[in-house]
């Protein structure tokens, strides 16, 4: 609020000017009073003014008994996932009725550090959307990888106090707080001393160490798998998110914790959420349908989505319809199956039917776009020497991000390399580093993929996001690599020397300013061709899974630009076993 | 939070080190779940730890089964209506389980201004009471009297900074801001650029006008008199008081409007108690017990008074019994009639069976002692000449600071001056201006107050803290304001020129840092005085009737140093009616 808006807030309350807006026959849900209320209501400089009362408005709209929602907060976020910048995900997700977001900028800052923080807020300033931030935590996420930078207390100093950044984000380091880490400490003092935020990320972390995790003040965790660690969360103080991603979906086993009681803590959160997801399910109002189907009251539904969230990340401003609050709302003919037909954002008709009216103005993203400095890179490094026929492998497991840590046999060339043998499913999975042209390349073997032949290479890679390649031979997966690195980042896939096709991801690899129809276009398509003419499992997601395959926190294997990693020794191993 | 103590909270949270204490066998109250939680509570350095898990404690307790109670924090409170210093406060209300007010100082600053305020806050931090204080929004409270001072924006800048100061206080002058008066929105403005709270006070405002009054930011009340005008306030996003004072009792009525929904949004309040209150009937704990007495669930009730108040004012490190909180909490049998047995703040006991254990050190209230700048003061300014037998009258109306415009038919003696007449008990009211060495003595009659012969003075008369005097002849009246100035302030009797009682309020005439105990002595002797000797009327307080009749804002007829003032037609009248 500033005094002028106050000045035109006041004239319009009490009659003195018209508003610029009335929703004529409205039933206003009220999160305060979880009463519906049937009236007028008046909107005036992107602000609401109140129900009834004798005023008049230049505009008229009547919505004919419809009721009238505060617009969706999503909880917690990670822009990236949907592949989309900033501005192209908010006129994404506005049409389902969602006007805010707390996103966590962690896989675009593994790359790209404060140029990427920079561009994000930049970006998100753009937006119809209101995009608010907390600063990744924990970039690099492990030491056992190369990320783009490395972001400590002193990186975070230089954008913590912007006011579209809440705090810090998701503290995924929970053994280095449990134990006390003093990196980890000077990370959570800058938000201390700015009385901001800290987001928490710390599965099966329970009692004692859970006591000492939310004491220092962490205060939101949104990776509960089941609804008794949602009461102990939610029993110690923390607000805990009901999340409905495209891998991870907690809703309905969540929803079975939350009471008439402790409701008050409890969100939604969309998390990880991929464009075909968001395309065919919606975004947050989909887990709030999800729950309110499983029996949750839509209005204590619609409580947790709105102003929980504002209560939770102290933004005042919203989160209500009522007198001064952001006019952040939309429409719907039903409570039960919520659809957002008309959404307002700051008093404007932003989203009609499912389709956005006012896109948000791209924003240039100079300086992180391509991002891919690989050194010396030739197909030569892709070479699997091998000591024995007996080795370590990966075994994917379908439809999870978890692997096994398997054994095989393999057959091998006269130079002792690795050969690919079409009857037993095993390809070769390669990581190179992206980041800081140290020509890192690690190989390993990976099995249940099912391609039959071809290669497939993505710079999505979580969380460091360097390349990662899979494929039968080491020309096509050179060609791949090599492919990727002329795109600037995406996703590409190649047979017999021939591209096939592109997802081109220009900013810093994981996101593009097209839009989203056409990025939904493009994966279908290349979906098509990966199930089709490359012959992946239809057990697996051809993409989402390779993406996971150098992330070095989940167990057992996993592959990065170092080596194969061995999640449960949290040590790297020996490709050979003999 | 700091990193130091969070380093510490890990150790004892994980059993690294012995806690400081534990608190075994206790019935825990969870205000997130509203559960009763059986176990052991650790606290350590001052915050709570957790309950059970594998950990040794330096000290045990044995609560042998009692339930274990957040700190009761009051959500509006002013100190000065205690008679004491912020210290000796402290040592009066923490016995009853009240751990953190949220105080308002716009007495003192009406006398004092800034000098005040830089002393509550010195005198706030040394106590033992965690003390919050909004500063006042409303000084002078109004135009039509002479105050100590005029605080303004400028004024307020150079305190809303500080960590203690957690916002702007009681904005009384609402017609001033639903008029979108400048100065007034300037004053908000301090509040909104730094995100900081704003305090409401509108009694009677409702629909239209109430819209623009929240809407522009202000987001508590504690002037509701119904549940219905409760209703409607937390309908429209603000925070609800039930409050509990010495002449405002409002918690028996409002609680009818608390719901199992909207309770959220409810807190606490005590504003204005005077010392014999909290000693005969507590003090936060009293309009909680009322409350629950009256049916509200007593962990509702609970919840009203902790967590939703540290809600409210952002206070996130306390109201509740969680990990990392401040260790602010008592211990009683039960919930029905809540009783703090022991009281501990920041893990400290800090009383034990109604008896301060670690008393507050006093501050010297160095430059606002004394304050009595009376200019010229004579008994000749005390003469009332008339025009006519014809005469306005103040007419009490018993238990009420509300007045009615009387009228009255008056002897004169020879000069045409106002003689007292025993038969019909008109006395003479007076208000001497102390502040700024004006000189202004205002005079008039008021009927109701019973006293027979003498007079009593005092410095307490809100709000502008003007001396005002009662009595039946010139020269008592005299001697009773002479000797208030030389007392500093306070309230005293006189009778045929022999001082009958004094109560020393040497700290702005408004507070003293003698005890509460003494305080309560010294009213209660002079309350029999008064009654006594003096005959003051049963049906009045003698001391509180007096000290509302100087306040121009409560109609009907009100008497400022400026003169006879009609609040009705808010401006000044003749006290000649022919």
Do not use: H, I, Y
């Given at each position: 609020m500033t005094k002028e808006k106050a000045i035109r807030l006041l004239d319009a309350a009490t009659g003195r000017k018209a508003c610029d807006l009335v929703i004529k026959n409205a039933k206003v849900v009220n999160v305060y009073t979880h009463e519906i209320q049937n009236g007028d209501l008046f909107i005036d400089n992107g602000l609401i003014v109140g129900i009834d009362g004798e005023r008049k408005a230049e505009k008229e709209i009547d919505a004919k008994g419809a009721y009238i929602v505060p617009g969706f907060i999503d909880g917690h976020c990670h822009i990236e996932s949907s592949h989309l910048t900033p501005t192209a995900f908010s006129d994404m997700v506005v049409p389902y009725g969602t006007t805010s977001v707390i996103a966590d900028p962690h896989e675009i800052c593994n790359v790209c550090g404060s140029d990427a923080m920079a561009y994000m807020l930049k970006s998100g300033k753009n937006a119809t959307l209101s995009i608010f931030y907390m600063y990744p935590s924990c970039v690099p996420a492990t030491p056992f990888e190369h990320a783009g930078c490395i972001l400590n207390a002193k990186e975070i100093e230089e954008f913590i106090d912007d006011e579209s950044v809440l705090g810090l984000g998701e503290m995924m380091n929970y053994p280095g707080v449990i134990n006390a880490d003093g990196m980890v400490l000077d990370k959570l003092a800058t938000a201390y001393s700015r009385k901001k935020n800290i987001d928490g990320h710390a599965p099966n972390v329970r009692s004692s160490d859970l006591d000492g995790y939310i004491g220092v003040g962490i205060t939101t965790d949104h990776?509960?798998?089941t609804s008794d660690e949602l009461k102990e969360r939610i029993a110690r103080g923390m607000y805990v998110m009901l999340r409905q991603g495209t891998a991870c979906k907690n809703v309905l086993e969540l929803v079975k914790g939350i009471d008439d009681k402790n409701y008050r803590w409890a969100l939604f959160c969309t998390d990880d959420r991929q464009p075909e997801t968001i395309a065919k399910y919606g975004h947050l109002n989909h887990g709030v349908n999800l729950a309110i189907g499983a029996g949750l009251n839509p209005v204590t539904a619609i409580c947790m989505a709105t102003i929980n969230a504002a209560e939770c990340y102290g933004l005042k401003d919203r989160g209500a319809i009522a007198p001064g609050k952001r006019a952040d709302f939309f429409i719907t003919e039903k409570l039960t199956d919520i659809k957002a037909e008309q959404v307002f954002i700051a008093g404007k008709l932003a989203a009609k039917n499912g389709k956005i009216l006012s896109p948000s103005k791209p924003v240039k993203a100079q300086g992180i776009?391509?991002?891919?400095?690989?050194?010396?890179?030739?197909?030569?490094?892709?070479k699997l020497r091998l000591r024995s026929d007996h080795v370590r492998i990966i075994d994917i497991i379908p439809g999870q991000v978890v692997t096994k840590a398997g054994e095989a046999y393999v057959a091998r060339d006269e130079e002792g390399c690795w050969m690919h043998d079409g009857e037993n499913d095993i390809l070769k999975l390669a990581v190179v580093e992206r980041h800081n042209g140290l020509g890192n390349v690690a190989v390993a073997l990976i099995r249940g993929y099912g391609m039959k032949h071809g290669a497939v290479a993505t710079s999505i890679a979580h969380d460091s996001h360097n390349i990662i390649v899979i494929g039968d031979n080491d020309e096509d997966m050179a060609t791949a690599v090599e492919n990727l690195i002329s795109l600037g980042g995406g996703i590409t896939m190649v047979k017999d020397g021939k591209i096939l096709d592109n997802h081109r991801l220009?900013?810093?690899?994981?996101?593009?300013?097209?839009g989203a129809q056409e990025v939904c276009k493009t994966l279908e398509r290349m979906h098509e061709t990966a199930y089709g003419e490359l012959g992946v499992s239809k057990d697996v997601d051809p993409f989402m899974t390779l993406c996971f395959m150098a992330l070095p926190v989940i167990p057992e294997y996993k592959l990065t630009d170092i080596g194969l990693f061995d999640v449960t020794k949290f040590d790297f191993v020996d490709i050979n076993l003999d």
């Open positions: 990776e509960c798998a776009e391509g991002r891919m400095n690989v050194k010396d890179f030739s197909k030569e490094k892709l220009e900013v810093g690899g994981l996101m593009t300013g097209d």
